[in-house]
């Protein structure tokens, strides 16, 4: 028999036998409309433990059910799924013990320096409000978005404790709207001016990268209560391509500076140059590009040694984890492939390329990433030529870099660019 014929025998007698819908299945309309089913309903199958390579639990498989037993931390007991996730809606089912507490996150970011996944993952918080041994703020309770909106309380309708609940998550190239058990109970733009205003204050303050990911793995939370999951189903939503102006040529919008050398604006230029700590300098954008084709302008005052870094994120208070592709005076590789606080020079250019760069006057860098590949080119010259597995998992922001020494003064514009 068919699934549509046991829908259909189901449904005809559903008042005699009280006979329920198959969990944990893609009905046919579901499959044609490019559904994925995250939970097959046996086994733990294409999760596992966060920045881990297998499952160690404190998950199991119950009766069609993923639970979560209950011996999770703030600091451990969070699965992640294998493929990562950038446009989507999402749909599970979940119910949770009495007095417990529970999440699912998104767009999370998996790297070493990264211990748990909501200093970068947005949180749909679940929670047994009535039930919880401590009083909860509004943005702790459930259906938020966790210490950022709160969802319309007259559409807001939970089954309580021990019952299931149906919610959805719709992420559309930054849209983004919660539901619960069939109704929109938040809406709000990500990356926006009120987003950030949220974001730069209270809980993620002091959490440089919450958020920024476009992409990222989905994630269970066991907060150290039982709780279950089915029908865990999503379906991909088309990227928009998109050019930007990094730039305004009037202030920093779109970009924070960290470390205490000097970025600012002056004749419509982006000027970067030590402080009289004479250390390291970065200016990183708000948000994210993963894969992009990137153009800049540069001129080079004084010492010129500066960079750009490309999927770099920033790690307190000010230290920039990344790829920088090399802006130096003439000699020292400008266009060239560096990682950070890891491998050192990847790939340098040619020394014939070296009288490419134009000592005092405007230079064109332009960067082109795509998965694992790296192209550079100065003043229309090609550079380098990387592909390179480890860039190909890092995601990040762009960063421009004030080297360290003193005596650096570096002019920016023009700098665009393309989302691939």
């Known amino acids: 028999m068919t699934l549509k014929s046991r829908l259909f025998a189901c449904a005809a ?9 198959p969990q944990n299945q893609l009905t046919e309309q579901e499959q044609a409309e490019g559904w994925t089913l995250l939970f097959d309903g046996e ?21 069609g ?66 039930g919880f041994e401590h009083p909860l703020e509004e943005w702790q309770k459930c259906g938020a978005d966790y210490a950022m909106y709160l969802p319309e309380k007259s559409k807001l309708h939970i089954n309580p404790a021990g019952e299931w609940n149906t ?6 190239n930054g849209h983004v709207e919660y539901w619960m058990n069939g109704e929109k109970t938040i809406e709000f733009e990500a990356w926006g001016d009120d987003w950030f205003t949220r974001r730069n204050s209270g809980k993620w303050e002091n959490m440089p990268e919450y958020g920024l990911a476009r992409k990222g793995v989905l994630c269970l939370q066991d907060h150290g209560y039982p709780a279950w ?49 004479k250390g390291y300098g ?8 993963d894969d992009f084709d990137l153009s800049v302008e540069f001129k080079q005052e004084a010492n010129g040694n500066s960079g750009v870094f490309i999927r770099s994120f920033v790690e307190p208070v000010a230290k920039v984890n990344g790829w920088q592709v090399e802006v130096a005076p003439h000699g020292h590789g400008t266009g060239g492939i560096y990682e950070s606080y890891g491998r050192g020079w990847l790939i340098q250019i040619p020394e014939e390329k070296e009288d ?31 592909s390179d ?32």
Not at 282 to 289: C, E, G, V
Not at 356 to 385: A, C, P, S, Y
Request: proline share 3%; aromatic share 12%.
């Open 43 to 63: 086994t733990l199958n294409g999760w596992r433990d966060y920045n881990g390579e297998g499952l160690t639990g404190p998950w199991v498989v119950e009766e």
């Open 65 to 130: 059910q993923i639970k979560a037993e209950g011996h999770g931390s703030d600091e451990s007991g969070y699965i992640v799924t294998d493929k990562q996730y950038e446009n989507f809606v999402l749909t599970w089912d979940w119910k949770i013990s009495p007095g417990g507490n529970s999440g699912m996150l998104y767009h999370v970011v998996e790297n070493p320096k990264f211990n748990v996944p909501y200093v970068t993952g947005p949180e749909y918080q679940l929670i047994d409000n009535e």
């Open 282 to 289: 970065y200016l990183a954008t708000t948000s994210y590009f």
């Open 229 to 277: 999951f089915r029908n865990i189903k999503i379906k991909e939503l088309p990227k928009k391509t998109e050019t930007v102006d990094l730039f305004n040529g009037i202030d920093l919008k779109g970009w924070e500076a960290y470390g205490n050398e000097k970025w600012f604006v002056e004749d419509g230029l982006l000027v970067c140059e030590n402080g009289p700590e």
């Open 356 to 386: 490419f760069l134009l000592t005092g006057e405007w230079n064109t860098l332009r960067i082109k990433v795509v998965g694992n590949d790296v192209q550079t080119w100065l003043n229309g010259h090609e550079m380098v030529q990387l």
């Open 13 to 21: 007698v559903l008042g005699l036998f009280g006979c329920q819908a």
């Open 167 to 172: 919610s959805k998550i719709v992420f559309d």
């Open 389 to 420: 597995e480890k860039i190909g998992k890092g995601q990040g922001r762009i960063a421009l870099q004030i080297h360290d020494g003193g005596g650096i003064r570096v002019l920016w514009k023009n700098l665009k660019v393309k989302r691939l």
